[in-house]
């Protein structure tokens, strides 16, 4: 099974930056939808960012504004950019690229925990 790998996540400071990314096997990476998305304690896992094979971005906004996805195709990566980090972003962040309904994978999720 092919598993998107996910890097970056830590405890940082609230008003402070990290730099999370995914890895993804150039086949699956190419020509997918890339995205990340959250899961705090005890809460629905929630949709943070996004970008298609084109360079289209979209943000929840919660985030818009602090937040930058972006996608390094030489690398078969994809990163999220996170600034003025706050308590509440706190949660595990999952990268995802779909494809088709058929072509749709997950990584292993990495923590963000962002103390006040």
């Known amino acids: 099974q092919v598993q998107l790998v996910e890097s970056g996540g830590g405890l940082v400071q609230a008003g402070g930056s990290l730099r999370l990314s995914c890895a993804a096997p150039?086949?699956?990476?190419?020509?997918?939808?890339m995205h990340w998305y959250r899961q705090a304690p005890g809460e629905q896992r929630e949709f943070v960012a996004r970008i298609t094979s084109g360079g289209n971005t979209n943000y929840a906004a919660s985030v818009k504004g602090r937040f930058v996805i972006s996608r390094n195709t030489a690398k078969n990566t994809v990163d999220l950019q996170m600034n003025s980090l706050k308590p509440e972003d706190t949660g595990v962040y999952y990268c995802?690229?779909?494809?088709?309904?058929?072509?749709?994978?997950w990584g292993q999720g990495t923590q963000v925990t962002v103390s006040s």
């Open positions: 150039g086949s699956i990476f190419s020509g997918s939808t």
């Open positions: 995802n690229a779909w494809r088709t309904v058929y072509e749709n994978y």
